[in-house]
């Protein structure tokens, strides 16, 4: 049976990072094939997790903003795929199809009346959908450029490991310490590094 990692309880730093910097989500998978975006779908799960631990508030909205802006995307292609290749009135398999996405909330009409009722419902769902995802977009640009962070690249995480050794007098071996494990040391640091400066501000 194929598996997928969801979490950064099992995942080494090595692979995250490769995750982060390569966009290759090869990292996560256990055992099978997976769609592109079902690695996403992962990867974001596992990005939200560390930022959590890690983050400034406006990375942990911009992440969220992220991961839900990837599933409208994901069920608007599937919609259109729909549209594109069905018609709305082709019986229960197309209404189905839309209810599995989340269009539909009920069981296939009885009547002719009702299954027009209920797909004019659907369609003005999706276009809420689709302003909803627009609105989302312009909010996650406007946090992304009041965002004052640093590039994420992979000398960002070597000169980073490097200040938590130094800080906690001990080797990071990347390919062995999990991103939990990892976020314990680092969340671990930040409070370490607010008592000093908060020491110096009353000096």
């Excluded at 692979?15 to 989500?25: E, G």
């Excluded at 099978?32 to 959590?52: K, P, R």
């Excluded at 992220?66 to 197309?94: C, H, M, N, W």
């Excluded at 999990?178 to 908060?198: C, D, G, M, P, W």
Aim: glycine share 4%; aromatic share 10%; proline share 2%.
């Amino acid at each position: 049976m194929p598996r997928l990692l969801h979490t950064f309880f099992s995942l080494s730093l090595h692979a995250f990072i490769t995750c982060l910097c390569d966009n290759d989500y090869s990292g996560l998978v256990i055992r099978g094939t997976f769609t592109v975006e079902e690695l996403s779908a992962a990867w974001h799960d596992i990005y939200e997790q560390y930022i959590d631990g890690t983050g400034s508030d406006t990375q942990k909205e911009i992440v969220r903003l992220v991961k839900k802006i990837a599933l409208a995307d994901f069920k608007l292609k599937k919609l259109a795929a729909i549209q594109k290749y069905t018609s709305y009135r082709q019986g229960p398999e197309v209404y189905n199809l839309l209810r599995g996405l989340g269009a539909i909330d009920t069981n296939y009409p009885d009547t002719p009346e009702l299954q027009k009722i209920w797909l004019g419902k659907a369609e003005a769902k999706i276009k809420r959908w689709m302003l909803q995802q627009e609105r989302d977009t312009a909010d996650l640009e406007k946090l992304r450029g009041n965002e004052t962070g640093v590039t994420i690249t992979r000398q960002y995480f070597d000169d980073f490991i490097v200040s938590i050794e130094l800080y906690a007098k001990m080797h990071i071996n990347t390919h062995v310490v999990t991103v939990s494990r990892f976020v314990s040391i680092v969340k671990n640091y930040q409070r370490h590094s607010a008592s000093l400066e908060k020491q110096l501000n009353q000096k």
